[in-house]
C-alpha cells in the first residue's frame, strides 16, 4: 500500500465518542475498529444502617368506681392497633353516674397509647457493575464507585459486544472510526 493511500485512510477516520444509557446496548464494532478506550464505573451502593420502626396500640380502658368502698378499677380493657403516625396524648372521657348498676357508682372510658419499636440494621451493599468488552467495572461498596480507566482494549471489527450499566453506572467508550 502506498504512502499517500495510508495517509488518505488515516485522514478519513474520526475520533468517536459514546455515552452509553442504562440498561443493555449491543455495540456493533466498526469495520476497521481494533482498539477502544473506555471509562467506566459500577452502580453504587447502599451504606446500609440501623432503624427504628415506631407502631402505637391504643388501649381503650373502661374504669369504674365501686359502690362498695368507693375504689376506683379498671373494669375492661381492649387493645387496638397496631397503627401508624403519631400517638395522641392519653385522654378519658367524662364520667357518667350509673344509678342503675349495682356494682360501680360511676364509670369512664380511657385511651391510652403504647408505644411499640422495632429496631434492626440493614447491611451495607455493593453497587451492581458495569460491563463492556470482557471488562468489569465494579460498583461502589456502601457508596459511589470509583470510575476506572481502560485504555487501547483491544477489539473485533465486526462484532456485537453488549455493553451493561446499571442504575447509577457509568461507561464511555471512545474509538477511531
Known sequence: MSTML??????????????????????????GTTKVSL?????PGSPGGSYTYYTYL???VIFGTRR?????????SQYS??????????????VN???????????????????????????????????AFGQVFVGGY??????????NLTVNPGQTYNLVVPSGGSLTVTYLE
Not at 471509562?39 to 452502580?43: A, E, H, L, P
Not at 392497633?81 to 367524662?94: I, L
Not at 456502601?142 to 485504555?151: C, H, I, K, S
Open 58 to 60: 391504643q388501649n381503650r
Open 81 to 94: 392497633g397496631p397503627f401508624d403516625g403519631r400517638a395522641p396524648g392519653n385522654y378519658c372521657n367524662g
Open 142 to 151: 456502601g457508596g459511589p464507585a470509583t470510575p476506572r480507566e481502560v485504555n
Open 39 to 43: 471509562i467506566g464505573k459500577g452502580g
Open 97 to 131: 353516674v350509673t344509678p342503675t348498676d349495682p356494682v360501680y357508682a360511676t364509670n369512664q372510658t380511657c385511651y391510652l397509647f403504647e408505644e411499640s419499636r422495632e429496631s434492626g440494621s440493614s447491611p451495607t451493599t455493593t453497587g451492581a457493575s458495569t460491563t
Open 6 to 31: 495510508l495517509l488518505e485512510l488515516t485522514r478519513s477516520r474520526r475520533l468517536k465518542t459514546l455515552q452509553v444509557p442504562v440498561g443493555t446496548t449491543p455495540f456493533k464494532v466498526p469495520l
Open 68 to 76: 362498695s368502698d368507693g375504689v376506683r378499677v379498671a373494669v375492661s
